[in-house]
């Protein structure tokens, strides 16, 4: 669904529409997006607009980043170690 709003404002039965479920599941997913800050919903007529709020995303990419960063310095050590071992087994 986030991906789909990432293209524009939808409505909930358009948001619905590629998972095959139905209005109440979409609604209810929609729902605990909106409560975790990531959606905006509004009433338009008898039909609820949502939008993407992009910035609790950014968020967790910034925090997702620094441990990319530590993990990448520990595997590429270990990588290194594995290939001294196995350069030292062929001796």
Do not use: T
């Amino acid at each position: 669904m986030l991906a789909n709003l990432a293209l524009g404002e939808k409505s909930i039965g358009a948001l619905a529409e590629p998972f095959s479920m139905s209005f109440a599941g979409a609604a209810k997913h929609v729902k605990v997006l909106e409560d975790a800050g990531l959606v905006a919903r509004r009433k338009v007529g008898r039909s609820y607009m949502c939008a993407l709020r992009p910035a609790p995303l950014a968020e967790a990419d910034q925090w997702l980043r620094q441990w990319e960063k530590f993990w990448n310095v520990r595997l590429d050590k270990l990588e290194a170690l594995i290939a001294a071992e196995n350069a030292q087994e062929k001796l």
